[in-house]
């Protein structure tokens, strides 16, 4: 008899459980699946996606992404992301072959393509400083490509994306004064 009461114990846990997965899977199918290469682009994406996104970053603190390469792992994060956002100007180095050709099928930004050459720094041989971050009018620049990128991709939720790059930006602005 209490073997009974145990099977039917684990089944109803196992019910809950999965009840309770599914329920999650449901509400997060709703929302961008957003990868960023970058810890520092993981922030200003998840400032400007808010709720409507879920947003990760592909290498942690203390990652050098000169010479970062992406994991099965992170491949496999790549291919499920509705977009994806890098830096550019060569900071992610090793993987510039596998975001040119997953941009063949989704959005994948360079949130410092919209920077003219002539406001970056060279830092040898024509190589520009991939380091905007560091440059706070230079980062609002990027956070505004990763706005419009979400507005465009996500019209449902533009004006929320607006809204909180808006007040983003103006956090960027009373920290850098």
């Known amino acids: 008899m209490n073997k009974v009461k145990l099977s039917v114990s684990n089944l109803i846990e196992t019910y809950l459980l999965l009840s309770c997965s599914q329920k999650k899977d449901e509400n997060d199918s709703n929302k961008l699946m957003i990868v960023t290469t970058t810890g ?24 050098d992404p000169h010479l970062y390469k992406a994991t099965q792992g992170d491949l496999d994060k790549l291919t499920q992301a509705d977009v994806v956002f890098y830096n550019g100007l060569h900071l992610e180095g090793k993987m510039g072959e596998v975001l040119e050709k997953l941009g063949r099928t989704k959005p994948v930004v360079a949130v410092a393509g919209s920077i003219g050459e002539g406001r970056l720094r060279i830092v040898a041989d024509g190589i520009h400083d991939p380091h905007i971050w560091f440059n706070v009018s230079l980062w609002k620049e990027a956070v505004s490509k990763a706005a419009a990128t979400l507005a465009q991709t996500d019209s449902a939720h533009a004006t929320a994306y607006t809204t909180n790059a808006a007040r983003y930006l103006a956090q960027l602005d009373s920290l850098h004064q």
């Open 40 to 63: 520092m682009i993981e922030d200003a994406v998840k400032n400007i996606a808010g709720e409507h996104a879920t947003v990760i970053s592909l290498m942690g603190p203390g990652v």
